[in-house]
């Protein structure tokens, strides 16, 4: 039983903190980012070079199978590359904002539920607080004006006793 409740608290939790954590989605590449052809392949038996910049003048014959950029390719290039962590912090910051302003609309909406819910009880305590009142305002007044019981009772039991007194007087009148 305790393996099942830890297990089922467990998912719970997990479940929890999975639908909280913000996530961002990927969009397609903005119209103006450069793009890179793949590089071709190696010829049999040609040589990897790896990560290799080998600068050349024209006419000039390719050391090893790759990709060419022009010089102004390749200052694209450079700036894209050193432009992406300022582009990422800019998009990392709208997402947030984004994010923040949905919670802000969330929470004022939860906000206003909880003030109208408020009132709404507000309102209806008041209300139950004035039916008590008039409530109470009855009962009192049908106290004030209901005949004191002792005075009921001691004159049901004199008419009872008073009824027993004839019913004697008649049967013994009846049987003389």
């Known amino acids: 039983m305790g393996f099942f409740r830890s297990f089922f608290v467990s998912l719970v939790g997990a479940s929890f903190i999975l639908s909280q954590a913000p996530f961002a989605l990927a969009e397609d590449a903005a119209p103006n980012a450069t793009?890179?052809?793949?590089?071709?392949?190696?010829?049999?038996?040609?040589?990897d070079v790896g990560e290799a910049i080998s600068p050349m003048r024209r006419g000039q014959l390719?050391?090893?199978?790759?990709?060419?950029?022009?010089?102004?390719?390749?200052?694209?290039?450079?700036?894209?590359?050193?432009s992406l962590d300022k582009r990422v912090v800019i998009e990392v910051g709208r997402a947030r904002a984004e994010e923040q302003a949905k919670c802000q609309h969330a929470l004022d909406g939860?906000?206003?539920?909880h003030e109208a819910d408020a009132e709404v009880w507000s309102a209806q305590m008041?209300?139950?607080?004035?039916?008590?009142?008039?409530l109470s305002e009855r009962l009192k007044k049908e106290e004030e004006s209901a005949s004191?019981?002792?005075?009921?009772?001691a004159l049901g039991f004199g008419a009872g006793l008073g009824m027993a007194l004839l019913?004697?007087?008649?049967?013994?009148?009846?049987t003389e």
């Open 126 to 134: 008041e209300s139950n607080d004035s039916q008590i009142d008039v």
């Open 148 to 153: 004191d019981p002792l005075l009921w009772g």
């Open 35 to 47: 793009w890179v052809p793949p590089s071709p392949e190696p010829l049999p038996g040609e040589a």
């Open 167 to 174: 019913t004697v007087i008649a049967v013994s009148k009846s």
């Open 110 to 113: 939860m906000t206003i539920r």
């Open 62 to 82: 390719a050391p090893f199978t790759g990709v060419l950029l022009s010089p102004k390719a390749i200052a694209r290039v450079t700036i894209d590359l050193e």
